[in-house]
């Protein structure tokens, strides 16, 4: 089970999913203290800010960030417990969901993805140089980055709602 929310939802999220892995999304120089005991076995921290290009003074997305977040989510993505956080819960772990997801279920389709994503998160809005990035590494030809244009912009909001994505289930969508 694949969970997402913002950091102001962590601790009631880690109480109630109890996942057996973390990832956080945060801006660089974030501290991030899992609030529960025991704590989840395995957490991966990736620090870049929330920008969909390059910016002086910020730390941009890179393909590394992606593949960490790859090599780190691929042993729980199908079968495991991972919660997947940024800071509003709204563009980079919702950007995160969709790579997770779509690298887990190629089956799927990026587009049965993305619907999916924007049917269970209607603020959602996936980091676009993320999911470009992703794109590049998993070679699906701009396919994740048409399906998350094609889904647009998710509904305006200071904070994203916290939602699970069953992998099971999503091989239905095929």
């Keep these: 089970m694949l969970h997402v929310c913002p950091l102001s939802k962590l601790e009631d999220t880690l109480v109630s999913a109890g996942p057996s892995h973390v990832l956080?999304?945060?801006?660089?120089?974030?501290?991030?203290?899992?609030?529960?005991?025991?704590?989840?076995?395995?957490?991966?921290?990736?620090?870049?800010?929330?920008?969909?290009?390059?910016?002086?003074?910020?730390?941009?997305p890179k393909p590394e960030h992606v593949e960490r977040l790859l090599d780190f989510a691929r042993p729980v993505a199908r079968t495991g417990s991972l919660l997947v956080h940024c800071w509003a819960g709204v563009s980079r772990s919702t950007a995160a969901a969709y790579i997770i997801m779509?690298?887990?279920?190629?089956?799927?389709?990026?587009?049965?993805?993305?619907q999916h994503l924007r049917s269970v998160s209607p603020v959602a809005s996936p980091n676009p140089l993320l999911v470009s990035l992703a794109d590049t590494l998993l070679q699906?030809?701009?396919?994740?980055?048409?399906?998350?244009?094609?889904?647009?912009?998710?509904?305006?909001?200071?904070?994203?709602?916290?939602f699970s994505l069953d992998p099971t289930a999503l091989v239905e969508l095929t």
Aim: aromatic fraction near 2%.
């Design 102 to 114: 779509c690298a887990a279920l190629p089956e799927v389709g990026e587009r049965k993805l993305a």
């Design 140 to 162: 699906r030809n701009g396919r994740m980055v048409q399906s998350i244009k094609d889904i647009g912009r998710g509904a305006d909001t200071f904070e994203g709602n916290r």
């Design 24 to 60: 956080s999304l945060v801006s660089p120089g974030t501290e991030v203290n899992l609030p529960v005991d025991p704590k989840p076995a395995h957490h991966l921290v990736l620090e870049f800010n929330d920008i969909a290009e390059e910016r002086a003074g910020l730390l941009a």
